[in-house]
């Protein structure tokens, strides 16, 4: 599955952006990756992990703005439509996996 996380966060003082840095420098840390301005996805393996990155989430939300997160199964996300311009591209493949033996 993949959790999105999407934001709108206010930028107007210093102060505000400092804490939009911090926030965004803190979903890449939990392995999420920029979609588009504001919108950052992460492959979770299960609900599971799903519900452990929602929580780490939670734990460094910004004081100001608005945070949505949302999850959607891989079938759901191989259905988006992704386009650059008029040009289709194909969507983010899921990181492989290691096997332990």
């Given at each position: 599955?993949?959790?999105?996380a999407?934001?709108?966060?206010?930028?107007?003082t210093?102060?505000a952006?400092?804490?939009?840095?911090?926030?965004?420098?803190?979903?890449?840390?939990?392995?999420?990756?920029?979609?588009?301005?504001?919108?950052?996805a992460?492959?979770?393996?299960?609900?599971?992990?799903?519900?452990c990155?929602?929580?780490?989430?939670?734990?460094?939300?910004?004081?100001?703005?608005?945070?949505?997160l949302?999850?959607?199964?891989?079938?759901?996300?191989g259905?988006?439509?992704?386009?650059?311009?008029?040009?289709?591209?194909g969507?983010?493949?899921?990181?492989?996996?290691?096997?332990?033996?």
């Amino acid at each position: 599955m993949w959790l999105f996380a999407l934001f709108d966060l206010p930028v107007d003082t210093k102060e505000a952006r400092r804490e939009y840095v911090r926030f965004r420098k803190a979903l890449l840390d939990e392995g999420f990756s920029m979609l588009q301005f504001s919108v950052y996805a992460r492959y979770c393996a299960s609900e599971e992990a799903s519900d452990c990155h929602r929580r780490r989430v939670r734990a460094v939300l910004p004081p100001d703005g608005q945070v949505r997160l949302l999850a959607v199964t891989d079938r759901q996300f191989g259905k988006m439509e992704v386009f650059l311009g008029r040009k289709r591209e194909g969507v983010e493949e899921p990181p492989s996996q290691m096997a332990f033996f």
